[in-house]
């Protein structure tokens, strides 16, 4: 088996149109990277890191070098992703950042107390706007994946 590398900017028909999912997610890295520099945002994540059993070790950068750790990362992805449109393996690897970034900040739905109250009534899973907030993060990351996916081509030899 070997693996190849691929990019929608080269494809054709329905796999060329994947190449926009690159350019949004391109966008939303690069804003959500510049966010990380503010202080509200840096305030706004602390719960989030703190009660994180993958990225709370940030918290020896204190509460703006954990939050300046995460912005370079995600404009790191972004620069993947945008040399990803003429690299295939940058592609995959950038989109393979994204799959981690938003698996990592998903969990935070489930590690972060108060986010989810779960319970046997009729409503049994309820979040609040932090929980909705977080809730997002399945369409990104699948977003990631499926441009992993479409970097990657196995051929079987």
Request: hydrophobic share 55%; with cysteine.
């Amino acid at each position: 088996m070997k693996t190849e590398f691929n990019i929608a900017e080269v494809g054709g028909g329905s796999y060329r149109l994947l190449a926009i999912l690159r350019w949004v997610m391109v966008i939303i890295f690069v804003s959500f990277g510049m966010q990380k520099f503010t202080p509200q945002s840096a305030q706004g994540i602390a719960q989030f890191i703190a009660n994180s059993p993958f990225i709370s070790w940030l918290q020896v950068f204190g509460l703006r070098g954990e939050a300046y750790v995460l912005g370079v990362t995600e404009f790191a992805i972004a620069a993947l992703l945008i040399a990803g449109a003429f690299s295939p393996l940058l592609s995959a690897i950038g989109a393979f950042m994204g799959v981690v970034t938003f698996a990592i900040t998903f969990s935070f739905f489930f590690t972060t107390p108060g986010v989810v109250r779960w319970s046997l009534s009729t409503d049994p899973m309820a979040w609040n706007l932090t929980g909705e907030f977080l809730f997002k993060d399945v369409v990104l990351l699948a977003v990631c994946v499926v441009l992993l996916l479409a970097s990657l081509r196995r051929t079987w030899e």
